[in-house]
């Protein structure tokens, strides 16, 4: 018996379909993992150093934030429904 039909790249997934959540999981898990081995590296304090050091050299002169939506439309990829709705899922275990 033929497996299911294969989804054709850029083919929009059902956002409720359970492996949207499956997903979910696997990255909150991926997350949690990478969080796990920059800690254990200290490349948590080293990041935060260089966040300090840019705050303090920053003079204010040019506003360098971006709204929500330029920072959307420079994503490497679409933000479908499915997508979206794996993206809230991880939020909500971490």
């Given at each position: 018996?033929?497996?299911?039909?294969?989804r054709r790249r850029g083919a929009e997934k059902d956002p409720h379909d359970p492996q949207v959540e499956e997903l979910a999981a696997q990255h909150c898990a991926h997350h949690?993992?990478?969080?796990?081995?920059?800690?254990?590296?200290?490349l948590d304090?080293?990041?935060e150093k260089l966040f300090e050091t840019?705050?303090?050299?920053?003079s204010g002169e040019e506003d360098?934030?971006?709204s929500a939506f330029e920072a959307v439309t420079k994503m490497p990829y679409g933000f479908s429904a499915a997508r979206t709705r794996c993206m809230e899922l991880t939020a909500r275990l971490l």
């Open positions: 018996m033929p497996g299911p039909p294969a949690k993992a990478l969080l796990q081995a920059i800690e254990a590296a200290g304090v080293a990041e840019y705050d303090a050299e920053a360098v934030q971006m």
